[in-house]
C-alpha cells in the first residue's frame, strides 16, 4: 500500500492495544481467562468500533464521501442479506488508496480500498470481493485464528490481532506489530490460513450467487491478482498476501462457476458513477475536467451517463457552476434513476448559493430514495443554509427515529438548535454526537454545559442528568479497567 497506509496500521495499533477501556468490566473475562470462547460477538463488536473510530476520526486516507458510502453499503448489505447469516451486522468502509486491498476487522467492519472500486471491470467482481470479505466474517475467522494461538489472556490474544490486522495492510508494518506482542510465531499465519480462504470463498461465492450476482466475479478477479502477481514477483498485491491465493483455489472457484447456472448481470448504474465519482477525486479537479471531456469528446467510455456525471462533477469540483449545470442537465436527458443523480443537482445548487432550491431537489430525491443517507444529509445543511430551521429539526427527529447511531445526524441538529438559541438541546445533541463517535471525556463535558444552560424545561433537565450519571458510570468503568491493567 501508499504510505497513508502505515499510518492506518498505527491507528489500528494504538487502538487494539487500548481497546479494553471501551468494554464494560461485567463484560470482560478475567485476564487469565482463555481465549475465543470468552470473546464473545459484542465484545468483538466493541473492539472493531474502537477501531474505526479511530480510523474515521484521525486517518487522513478514510473516504469521508457519503455518496460513495452509500453505494458501497448498500452492495454490502444486500451480499449481507443473500448470505448464511442474513442478520449479520456489518459495516463497510472505503480507505482512498490506489492499490487493490479489502480488510475485515472485529465486529464485522470492512474496508475497501478505493483502487479495488475503480480496478474491478464488473460490479459482479467487487461483489465477489465484499462477498469473501462477508465470509471471513460470518464465519469469525479473525477471532478464530487468534485463537488458535491459544494465548493465556485476552490483553495478549488482542495484540496478536494488531499483528493480523497489520500484515492485511503492510507485511513491513506487520512484524513490528509481531514483536511487541512477543508473538513471533504466529508471522507464518498472519495471512489468513488456507482453510479460511477455502471456507471464505465457497460461503462467499453462494452469497454472491444468492444475491443475484455473476458468480464468474469472484473468479475473474482473483485470477487477474494472480497474473498481476506473476507480473510484480515479490511486490504481489497487498490482497494476494493477507488472502493466499492458490492454483487449487482458483481452480475450484472456477469451477464452482463454470458448473453454476448461466447469468449475465449488467453493472448497476451507481456501480458506474461511484467509479466516475472516485475517478474525479482521485486527480485535481482540472485534470479530471480535461480527461472527461475528452472521454466525451472521443467517444471512449463504457457508459456515458457515468462519464457526463464525472465531468459535471469535476467542473463543480473546479467551481464552474454553469458549466456543471450545462453538463448536468445533458445527464439528466439520458434519464438516469439513481440516488446520486439529485444528490449531485442539489450539490450544484448549493454552490450556487441557492440552498431553497437544493432544498426542494434533497427533499424530492430522499422521497424516492428514503434509505439515502448523503440525500439527508444534504438536505439538513441545505434547510440550515437556508435557515429553514423548524423543517430541519423536523426532518432530523424522522431521520434519527430511523438511525438512532448516526452521529452525523446529532452534529447537524446541535447546529440547528445553536442557530435557533436552544443551548440546553445543541450540547445535549453535541454530547451523543462525541459520544457515537467513542469520544467520552468531550460528551460528558457537552452534558454539563446543558446543565448549566437555564432554557431548559425540567423533563429536558431531567433528561440530561440521567444521562450524565450514564456517561460519568461508563467514565469510572474505563478508569478501573486501566487501574486493573486491563
Request: hydrophobic share 40%; glycine share 6%.
Amino acid at each position: 500500500m501508499i504510505r497513508r497506509s502505515c499510518a492506518v496500521v498505527t491507528l489500528l495499533v494504538a487502538a487494539l492495544v487500548s481497546i479494553c477501556p471501551c468494554v464494560a468490566a461485567d463484560e470482560l473475562p478475567e485476564l487469565g481467562d482463555v481465549a475465543r470462547s470468552d470473546l464473545s460477538p459484542q465484545i468483538e463488536r466493541k473492539i472493531g468500533e474502537r477501531i474505526f473510530n479511530e480510523i474515521r476520526l484521525r486517518e487522513p486516507s478514510y473516504v469521508d464521501d457519503p455518496d460513495s458510502l452509500d453505494y458501497l453499503n448498500r452492495l454490502g448489505s444486500r451480499l449481507v442479506a443473500a448470505s448464511a447469516s442474513p442478520t449479520a451486522e456489518c459495516t463497510f468502509f472505503l480507505i482512498r488508496d490506489p492499490t487493490i486491498n479489502a480488510f475485515a476487522m472485529f465486529g464485522g467492519f470492512i474496508g475497501v480500498n478505493t483502487g479495488t472500486i475503480l480496478v474491478a471491470q464488473a460490479e459482479s467482481e467487487l461483489a465477489g470481493v465484499l462477498a469473501h470479505e462477508i465470509a471471513h466474517v460470518i464465519q469469525n475467522h479473525l477471532a478464530r485464528q487468534v485463537a488458535r494461538e491459544k494465548q493465556s489472556s485476552i490483553a495478549t490474544m488482542i495484540a496478536m490481532a494488531v499483528g493480523v490486522l497489520a500484515a492485511r495492510a503492510n507485511s513491513q508494518v506487520a512484524s513490528a506489530a509481531i514483536a511487541s506482542a512477543q508473538a513471533g510465531s504466529v508471522q507464518a499465519q498472519l495471512a489468513y490460513s488456507r482453510d479460511f480462504e477455502r471456507e471464505a470463498d465457497r460461503v462467499g461465492y453462494q452469497a454472491l450467487t444468492q444475491a443475484g450476482y455473476d458468480g464468474h466475479g469472484m473468479a475473474d478477479f482473483f485470477a487477474r491478482m494472480q497474473q498481476a502477481g506473476r507480473l510484480y514477483d515479490n511486490n504481489a498485491p497487498v490482497y494476494m498476501r493477507s488472502h493466499p491465493l492458490t492454483i487449487e483455489r482458483l481452480s475450484d472457484l472456477q469451477n464452482r462457476a463454470e458448473t453454476g447456472p448461466y447469468r449475465q448481470v449488467a453493472d448497476s448504474v451507481d456501480f458506474q458513477l461511484v467509479r466516475a465519482r472516485l475517478r474525479a477525486q482521485a486527480s485535481p479537479a482540472q485534470e479530471s475536467v480535461s480527461e472527461f471531456a475528452r472521454q466525451l469528446r472521443e467517444r471512449k467510455y463504457l457508459s456515458e451517463a457515468a462519464t457526463r456525471y464525472g465531468l459535471a462533477y469535476s467542473l463543480l469540483r473546479a467551481n464552474n457552476v454553469p458549466a456543471a449545470q450545462r453538463e448536468f442537465d445533458a445527464l439528466g436527458a439520458l434519464r438516469v434513476s439513481s440516488p446520486m443523480i439529485p444528490s449531485l443537482a442539489a450539490a450544484i445548487r448549493m454552490q450556487a448559493a441557492d440552498p431553497q432550491g437544493a432544498a426542494v431537489i434533497y427533499r424530492a430525491g430522499l422521497q424516492r430514495y428514503p434509505d439515502s443517507r448523503a440525500l439527508a444529509y444534504g438536505y439538513a445543511e441545505a434547510l440550515l443554509a437556508a435557515r429553514q430551521y423548524d423543517q430541519a429539526l423536523k426532518l432530523l427527529e424522522t431521520q434519527l427515529q430511523a438511525y438512532s447511531s448516526d452521529y452525523k445526524l446529532y452534529g447537524y441538529q446541535a447546529k440547528t438548535f445553536a442557530a435557533t438559541g436552544k443551548r440546553l438541546s445543541q450540547h445535549r445533541a453535541q454530547a451523543e454526537y462525541y459520544f457515537l463517535q467513542g469520544q467520552l471525556a468531550p460528551a460528558i463535558e457537552q452534558l454539563q454545559f446543558a446543565q448549566q444552560s437555564t432554557d431548559g424545561n425540567f423533563f429536558e433537565q431531567s433528561a440530561v442528568d440521567a444521562r450524565l450519571r450514564e456517561f460519568r458510570r461508563l467514565q469510572a468503568e474505563e478508569a478501573k479497567q486501566k487501574r486493573n491493567g486491563v
